[in-house]
């Protein structure tokens, strides 16, 4: 079973940087993708930037820019380093593995991050 844990999450003021990263149990397949969902109160679920197992990325629109992507497969990791936050940015962060070849989708239980002054 695949298990994904958070960590990074926190309280920064507007203009700061956070940096969140995902470690997954095991990956099975190696055609894979990595991501980064955030679910804001009373709002659904939206994808914030993923990464495939050959590193092609794509990000959401408000994001572009500010936030980066990164993965480490030999030890089965991402990351999503996060700059210039802004208080829409906060949320519940969630990281989030496809496996392309076995077809599984997975979730780790969440990181808040909270953007105030």
């Known amino acids: 079973q695949v298990q994904l844990v958070e960590s990074g999450g926190g309280l920064v003021q507007p203009g700061g940087s956070l940096r969140l990263s995902c470690a997954a149990s095991v990956i099975i397949s190696i055609i894979n993708a990595m991501g980064w969902y955030r679910q804001a109160p009373g709002k659904q679920r939206e994808l914030v930037a993923t990464?495939?197992?050959?590193?092609?990325?794509t990000y959401e629109d408000s994001v572009k820019g500010r936030f980066t992507i990164s993965r480490d497969n030999t030890k089965n990791t991402v990351h999503l380093q996060m700059n210039s936050l802004k208080a829409e940015d906060s949320a519940v962060y969630y990281c989030?593995?496809?496996?392309?070849?076995?077809?599984?989708?997975?979730w780790g239980q969440g990181t808040q991050v909270t953007v105030s002054s």
């Open positions: 989030n593995l496809v496996d392309y070849v076995l077809g599984g989708t997975y």
């Open positions: 990464i495939t197992s050959s590193r092609v990325t």
